[in-house]
């Protein structure tokens, strides 16, 4: 986290992997467990559509329906709604101190918390219940890129591009899990914290923060 002593006066979280796990690898991806084994789909298969599937559906308005359609036509095989609920009820599961998180970040109120996040509008919505996001939400700091078209990996303006026109990147700090985002952030002048639920977050020199550093600096 950059300059930690300086308390930032806005948080915004990244979702996938910081407070709730990745959806689209989790569900294909996860290995013994994941569509593509309990399928008997080549893995590297699934992965490429998976993750051109991933582009498309995050920036625009979308169906779940119409993913689990479209996966199963690329892959040349019905993906059955009963399989996918399984799934989902078993390995989309929140950060344990998400919650911790959150509460530390709000500060009782007292500090706006939003969202940046590439993200599908079906997964976001399910993401928001589980983690109850409007009670920690300022819904003016919420950029998601399928409302907005654009990802955070955009050429051109971008996710983080348009987060930065709406608060002030120096005193906002983004808790984010990839380096590519972390490193965007900082040349619009965010302050940073490298921090992964699962895996290792990128350091690329720089301290990476596990729960209970990233709680102790948002509770300071």
Excluded: C
Aim: zero cysteines.
């Amino acid at each position: 986290m950059d300059d930690p002593k300086n308390r930032p006066s806005v948080v915004l979280f990244d979702l996938g992997n910081v407070l709730f796990r990745d959806p689209w690898e989790t569900l294909l991806l996860t290995e013994g467990e994941g569509l593509a084994d309990r399928l008997g789909l080549d893995r590297d298969e699934v992965d490429t559509v998976g993750r051109r599937l991933w582009r498309r559906f995050s920036v625009v308005e979308a169906e779940e329906g119409e993913y689990w359609e479209e996966l199963g036509r690329e892959l040349g095989r019905k993906v059955p709604p009963s399989l996918v609920e399984e799934l989902e009820d078993r390995l989309l599961v929140a950060n344990p101190a998400a919650a911790e998180l959150l509460a530390a970040a709000s500060d009782a109120g007292a500090r706006p918390v939003g969202i940046a996040s590439n993200n599908t509008s079906f997964w976001y919505a399910k993401q928001a219940e589980r983690l109850s996001l409007h009670q920690w939400l300022d819904p003016r700091l919420v950029f998601l890129s399928h409302e907005l078209g654009v990802t955070k990996g955009a050429r051109g303006r971008g996710l983080l591009e348009a987060a930065a026109e709406r608060v002030h990147p120096p005193s906002t700090l983004l808790i984010e899990d990839r380096a590519g985002n972390l490193r965007r952030a900082r040349g619009l002048g965010f302050r940073t914290a490298a921090y992964a639920f699962e895996g290792a977050a990128p350091s690329e020199g720089r301290p990476v923060a596990d729960a209970r550093e990233l709680l102790r600096r948002l509770s300071a």
